[in-house]
């Protein structure tokens, strides 16, 4: 069984900055890409950012510049650093991991179950 539990959402004004993390756990042999997607009220989930086990990223257009993603992969987790926040930012954000292979070799996709982010003055 893998889980996936994201920390670190909360309430902050426009311009300040939040620190999102995402660990992921259980029997684990590898892991694959990782990323955080956010949906906000009556909107579809989108992508935010994404960080493959080599380290190579990729960013949503609204957010470059002032997101940073990064993960280790020792530890099996993945961070988002997000400064200059906007109320266009307030979402649930979710942690996902793909290929994540299970030590007996069990390979599956993971979402976390979302943490709250609310930017508002």
């Known amino acids: 069984q893998v889980q996936l539990v994201e920390s670190g959402g909360g309430l902050v004004q426009p311009g300040e900055s939040l620190r999102l993390s995402c660990a992921a756990s259980?029997?684990?042999?590898?892991?694959?890409?990782m990323g955080w997607y956010r949906q906000a009220p009556g909107k579809q989930r989108e992508l935010v950012a994404t960080i493959t086990n080599g380290g190579s990223t990729n960013y949503a257009d609204s957010v470059k510049g002032r997101f940073t993603i990064s993960r280790d992969n020792a530890k099996n987790t993945v961070c988002l650093q997000m400064n200059s926040l906007k109320p266009g930012a307030t979402a649930v954000y979710y942690c996902?991991?793909?290929?994540?292979?299970?030590?007996?070799?069990?390979?599956?996709?993971?979402w976390g179950q979302g943490t709250q982010v609310i930017v508002s003055s």
């Open positions: 259980g029997s684990i042999f590898s892991v694959g890409p």
């Open positions: 996902r991991a793909d290929s994540v292979t299970t030590v007996a070799r069990i390979q599956l996709n993971y």
